[in-house]
């Protein structure tokens, strides 16, 4: 039993060397290369005029939202400070309104942040369409048989990398 897998291992072992040995020639005539998809997307003029783009609505956002909280904080200060001059009714009424206004500065907080991550996720999915036709069409080109993406590797010659290509090629494609 023991002397069967022993046997089996050693087999096994010879195989996987063969196999490895067969990659490694075969891979010799292999043309590789990897590209930082990050970094050759977020370094193209396009996605930087967007990303400007949606700081600016940004900042607009922030700006409105700023003046509708400041109102809020009016009238919760003020709501404080009448609390024992009002008349229940009154009191109730003033409650209500601030209650409302604190509703409307959170809805339009959410509607804020929603309609930034889409224009956002528009941004993204544009560049990374223009990405892929771009990267297929380099390969091709450029006769590789492979390229990954650098997080996938742990160690590559930094001869192979291509992003800086990439970037160029996305900038002057449109």
Known sequence: MLKQVNLRSLVMSAAIMCTMGMGTAQAAELKIGY?????????????????????????????????????????????MSQTNMLSPVMLARKQLE???????????QQDAQERLAAEKNILDVAVGSKFQKVM???????????????????????????????????????
């Open 35 to 79: 590209v930082d998809m990050k970094a050759a997307v977020e370094n193209t003029a396009d996605y930087k005029k967007g990303i400007a783009h949606l700081k600016e609505s940004q900042a607009a956002e922030v700006k409105a939202l700023q003046a509708l909280g400041n109102e809020v904080d009016q009238l919760e200060k003020q709501l």
């Open 98 to 108: 601030l209650k409302s206004k604190r509703t409307q500065f959170e809805r339009k």
């Open 136 to 174: 297929v069409e380099y390969a091709k080109k450029g006769g590789f048989d492979i390229i990954f993406p650098r997080p996938m590797m742990l160690y590559a010659d930094p001869k192979l990398d291509v992003t800086g290509e990439i970037t160029k090629l996305l900038d002057t494609t449109k």
